[in-house]
């Protein structure tokens, strides 16, 4: 059972535009949604983090967008540059399990000159 | 401070045979986390040790299986190599608190391939 999906499975972006990924949790007791970048040849390396008490995070040119009503969370990624070109999964885990983490399928992003 | 460190970075082995993996996690961290990685299934959690103990554990077969030391350094051992195991074997650590929200830190894995 796939608990988180995530689309779009790949994304090609323009050097300076906008990426967005989106992803739908269907375990309510999830209460931490993480977002983790892979670049070939590395483990996951987390990016940036949600908890659903609040509908918005931004760090940077990165931004979560949570709809706990929905049961969905966003990732958006502002200027992109070619250097954000890497795999992208987001996450999820239930209170006490930290480490026990649930991860989408993965976006592989490219970011074009 | 040195990050997560696993040995070795490659692995071959045959089916039927046995293999460890090694996990040093960050200095001061006492969870240690397996994760493999596939293209198929995606990552998918295998389990956690804290202070020696298994703590959680996911949907795999017994012949997947785990240690830590006092020193939370961590091993994992697989049994029976079945073709299906090739994989990037992911290891994480984390101070190990119950805070749902405590960041995990992942080595660059082992890639072991099952001919």
């Known amino acids: 059972q796939q608990q988180v999906k995530q689309s779009p499975q790949s994304l090609i972006v323009q050097k300076g535009g906008i990426s967005i990924i989106n992803c739908a949790y269907e375990?309510?007791?999830?209460?931490?949604f993480p977002w983790y970048q892979q670049f070939p040849g590395k483990g996951p390396a987390l990016l940036i983090a949600?908890?659903?008490?609040?509908s918005e995070k931004k760090e940077g040119r990165f931004t979560i967008s949570f709809n706990k009503s929905a049961k969905q969370f966003s990732l958006h990624i502002m200027d992109s540059q070619p250097g954000d070109s890497a795999t992208y999964f987001c996450?999820?885990?239930?209170?006490?399990?930290?480490?026990?983490?649930?991860f989408g399928t993965g976006t592989r992003l490219q970011v074009t000159l | 401070k040195a990050g997560v460190t696993q040995t070795p970075r490659y692995l071959i082995k045959t089916r039927g045979q046995q293999v460890t993996l090694s996990c040093s996690p960050i200095?001061?961290?006492?969870?240690v986390s397996w994760y493999q990685q596939t293209p198929g299934q995606g990552l998918q959690f295998l389990f956690e040790y804290f202070s020696e103990t298994q703590r959680n554990k996911g949907n795999f077969p017994g012949r997947f299986s785990g240690r830590q030391f006092s020193n939370s350094r961590s091993e994992m051992n697989v049994s029976t190599l079945e073709l299906g195991d090739s994989a990037l074997y992911l290891c994480a650590s984390s101070y190990g608190t119950v805070l749902s929200n405590e960041k995990l830190f992942f080595g660059s894995g082992t890639q072991l391939s099952v001919l």
């Open positions: 200095s001061g961290h006492r969870s």
């Open positions: 996450a999820a885990s239930a209170r006490g399990t930290a480490s026990k983490l649930t």
């Open positions: 949600i908890r659903p008490d609040v």
């Open positions: 375990n309510t007791a999830f209460d931490y």
